[in-house]
């Protein structure tokens, strides 16, 4: 079982950085492709960003790539999401998400373990 908790969300001014962290209580999180996805007020929840378990493959949404990179540090059973030069659009609510499935998987289906989200906001 792995259960995972977001942090490091917050308020950030346009064009400012925040640094998203995942913490994975479980045993297996190198075991697993990891996610970020977000959700904001009466959107749907979107794909942000996802890596493999070797960190050898990531994948990006088209509105995202370039300002944020994922990352994850298996020794210490936690993922990252830095953004920079963040935009107001950025608001949402900000969630990782484990998959076994193998590669960086960019649809929410292939995740089976899920945070409870870290709000990000962003003025302008």
């Known amino acids: 079982q792995v259960q995972l908790v977001e942090s490091g969300g917050g308020l950030v001014q346009a064009g400012g950085s925040l640094r998203l962290s995942c913490a994975d209580s479980?045993?297996?999180?190198?075991?697993?492709?990891m996610g970020w996805f977000r959700q904001a007020p009466a959107k749907e929840r979107e794909f942000v960003a996802s890596?493999?378990?070797?960190?050898?493959?990531?994948s990006y949404a088209e509105s995202v790539k370039g300002r944020f990179t994922i990352s994850r540090d298996n020794t210490k059973n936690t993922m990252y999401l830095q953004m920079t030069s963040l935009k107001p659009e950025d608001t949402a609510v900000y969630y990782c998400?484990?998959?076994?499935?193998?590669?960086?998987?960019?649809?929410?289906?292939?995740?089976?373990?899920w945070g409870q989200g870290t709000q990000v906001t962003v003025s302008s």
């Open positions: 998400a484990a998959s076994p499935i193998a590669g960086a998987p960019r649809y929410s289906s292939a995740y089976s373990d």
């Open positions: 479980g045993r297996t999180f190198s075991s697993y492709s």
């Open positions: 890596i493999s378990w070797s960190c050898g493959s990531t």
